[in-house]
């Protein structure tokens, strides 16, 4: 869920305009609070079931409530803390693990207003890719649906893909082509020796994956490989592979200079 809180009339005002602007973001209910209380427990209580938190208020007030839930970068929500104009959008946690900076250059996007990002330079320009394994003559809708429901956890969307790239037996794959045509990405293959360097970095290893077709994961193997060869540096899985019952997923990002 978006929690969008605010505390005066004006920061309801711009809340509810931007919940008329996106009534489903990221397939994520989007909803208005206006002055809850008890106000720290109800924010520390939204914080910790990992809600995302736009808050309209001074950047101060929100510290304050949330120092006492905070844990570190990879586990903490993304949060956002915009002025009651709707000026300028500051990106406060998880800009760069949990996703607060793309969420941000949304926001501020939606509204005409100006980013404040404080993240280092390094991580301001990320490219995505898409990794995916899939049973021979995988229907569509199975791969763009769990391509869809993989770029909503991570709160991106179809257009902040770089490429979607699997294992070079799937060159030939009807479908995976046809996902990469829909939504204009290029579609590339590699070889398992190719895939091979990425082991270190995977989640999980499937012997059974190994013993089929030489990588001990296709999905994320091929979405580091492809990170890794478009950024020319060190590439890292945002989100460990996803399946369901006819194909799997992985995202990884990699950091242009």
Known sequence: MIRIVALTPAGKQLAERLQAEWPEANNLEVRVDYK????????QTAFKNGDWLVFICATGIVM?????????????????????????VIPLLSGHEGGANEWGAQVANSL????????????LNPI????????????????????????AQKGLTP?????????????????????????????????????????PLLSTKSDYIFNTVGVYGVAESAALLAAKLAVDSEPELILEKIKNSKATVAVARGFES
């Open 36 to 43: 809850p209380k008890p106000f720290a427990q109800f924010v």
């Open 64 to 88: 304050r409530t949330l120092a006492p839930v905070i844990q570190d970068k990879y586990q903490d929500p993304p949060v956002l803390v915009l002025d009651e104009e709707g000026k300028f």
């Open 112 to 123: 005409g207003a100006q980013l404040v990002m404080t993240t280092a330079k390094p991580y």
């Open 128 to 151: 995505y890719t898409l990794g995916m394994g899939c049973e021979r003559n995988c229907p569509l809708e199975f791969l763009e649906s769990l391509m869809l429901d993989a770029l």
């Open 159 to 199: 257009n902040d893909i770089h490429s979607l790239n699997s294992i070079d037996i799937k060159a030939d794959e009807t479908n995976l082509i046809a996902l990469a045509a829909k939504y204009h990405w290029d579609f590339n293959t590699y070889s398992a020796q190719q895939l091979a360097p990425m082991e």
